[in-house]
T-cell receptor
């Protein structure tokens, strides 16, 4: 099983601060996704990155896929309390069929007003 | 609006009971998945199905079985529940092309 290591596991910051969450592996992934999960709900897809070196922006969120397609990062600028939640990265291993994903352990983000 | 529903949000069962968790999707998706989510461990795949009556083991299938008699419905079965199966169970579905997985709200199972 290919592993995805997410860091940090917990992040507690004040409103307006910037933060970065990392997702690393020794394996290559054909694509990588970031999900956000709020309490009592299932994860919801934020973005999919496919090409090595790709950068995608979603308002204050910036996602990057490493050149070698083994790692990814999520950067949030000027965090707001509404960003609070569990962030999960998920990779699709090369050669995998049927849409199987490998998930990282998750990062619990708390943004204080 | 896409929807994945799970039969229960909370369940309390006793050790040794047989437990059924139901999942229904309305998107005509081929693939369906069952995960369990535990603190610090992320989502771990139990079983998945890529077609009716087809199933494949995930990373942690021991103690579980599944059933997919209809395309829209995927059931997770705990033949004899044990306390170490206390967890959050998440169902997801995805289409044959894009790999976006759509998740249900989860079932929090407590085995006493």
């Amino acid at each position: 099983t290919q592993l995805l290591e997410q860091s940090p596991q917990f992040l507690s910051i004040q409103e307006g601060e910037n933060l970065t969450v990392y997702c690393n592996s020794s394996s290559v992934f054909s694509s990588l996704q970031w999900y956000r999960q709020e309490p009592g709900e299932g994860p919801v897809l934020l973005v999919t990155v496919v090409t090595g070196g790709e950068v995608k922006k979603l308002k204050r969120l910036t996602f990057q896929f490493g050149d070698a397609r083994k790692d990814s990062s999520l950067h949030i600028t000027a965090a707001q309390p509404g960003d609070t939640g569990l962030y999960l990265c998920a990779g699709r291993p090369g050669g995998t069929s049927y849409g199987k994903l490998t998930f990282g352990q998750g990062t619990i983000l708390t943004v204080h007003p | 609006d896409v929807k994945v529903t799970q039969s229960s949000r909370y369940l309390v069962k006793r050790t040794g009971e047989k437990v059924f968790l139901e999942c229904v999707q309305d998107m005509d998706h081929e693939n369906m998945f069952w995960y369990r989510q535990d603190p610090g461990l992320g989502l771990r795949l139990i079983y998945f199905s890529y077609d009716v009556k087809m199933k494949e083991k995930g990373d942690i299938p021991e103690g579980y079985s599944v059933s997919r008699e209809k395309k829209e419905r995927f059931s997770l079965i705990l033949e004899s529940a044990s306390t170490n199966q206390t967890s959050m169970y998440l169902c997801a579905s995805s289409g044959s092309g894009p790999e976006t997985q759509y998740f249900g709200p989860g079932t929090r199972l407590l085995v006493l």
